[in-house]
């Protein structure tokens, strides 16, 4: 269920946001993430003493509009069934708001946004020997879920994310599809492993996706005026190789073609 053996992986992924006392509640209760530190301006939130979600405060930030580029969702990978399961029952006790549920294939996934508009993906993947490929891409689609199914996996009630959630992957809006593949393909090195109309999927080490950049409410979208509310800085994790390369032939201060820092980081920091 992790990505961990991926060359390239998401670490973790920070948003500014207008009440950070609000959203941090929401990823706290929702979500179960443990507050790993906070001083009032930054706000790390994540399971087992890893960072997965950092919160930059900033009350005077303009609000993202959603036609803009920039997150779509951010996609939390849960270790097994049993606790999608046990987190869906816990939506249910909690009244979350949905937004939606699907079989992916690869994956069943469940949908809902945070109070400042943040899209969040909760899921968890397929084993690898159930993916199928056509034509050299992992098949995906978008099928009703088994909900009833699902919430019958729960062997115990979900109190915390479980140590081994992590970022499975992180979806983009994004001006262009090419343009999103030259760069997320051609510089970063991620593979692309899939398309759906308007949408492009990328991944590392045979995994079905870290990345994905679409043009749904996007199209056409220029680059990002900052600052403003949602997607701060995404973080990808390299193994040494992979990363002394991408330095070497990267600037420091790395952007997507919107405008979104990318920070480069070592495993295992």
């Given amino acids: 269920m992790s990505t961990a053996s991926a060359p390239l992986e998401i670490g973790r992924v920070a948003l500014t946001v207008n009440d950070i006392g609000r959203v941090g509640s929401f990823y706290k209760q929702a979500l179960g993430l443990a507050e790993i530190s906070n001083d009032g301006e930054t706000l790390r939130l994540g399971a087992a003493n890893t960072t997965l ?3 930059r405060a900033d009350k005077n930030a303009r609000k993202r509009s959603p036609k ?5 969702h951010t996609a939390f990978l849960l270790p097994s069934r049993a606790d999608l399961g046990a987190w869906l029952l816990h ?16 994956s069943e996934a469940i949908y ?16 690898r020997s159930a993916w199928k490929t056509q034509n050299g891409q992992i098949q995906m689609a978008t099928n009703g879920l088994d909900l009833n199914n699902l919430a019958a996996n729960a062997t115990a009630p979900f109190t915390q994310a479980p140590a081994g959630t992590v970022i499975g992957h992180v979806h983009l809006q994004t001006g262009s599809v090419p343009e999103a593949e030259a760069f997320y393909n051609g510089e970063l090195g991620f593979a692309i492993t899939t398309h759906y109309p308007g949408a492009a999927f990328y991944g590392s080490g045979g995994y079905h996706h870290h990345l994905a950049t679409n043009t749904w409410n996007s ?13 701060a800085d995404l973080e990808i994790l390299a193994d040494a190789a992979p990363l002394a390369a991408l330095r070497a032939k990267l600037p420091a201060a790395l952007t997507d073609p919107w405008g979104t820092p990318i920070t480069l980081s070592p495993k295992g920091s």
């Fill in 53 to 55: 979600l950092e919160l």
């Fill in 219 to 231: 199209r056409g979208a220029g680059k990002r005026d900052l600052p403003s509310t949602g997607l």
């Fill in 68 to 72: 803009e580029a920039g997150l779509f």
């Fill in 112 to 127: 809902m946004s945070d109070p400042e508009g943040n899209g969040i993906e909760i899921y968890v993947d397929r084993p």
């Fill in 91 to 106: 939506a249910s006790e909690s009244r979350l708001q949905l937004e939606g549920a699907s079989d992916h294939l690869i």
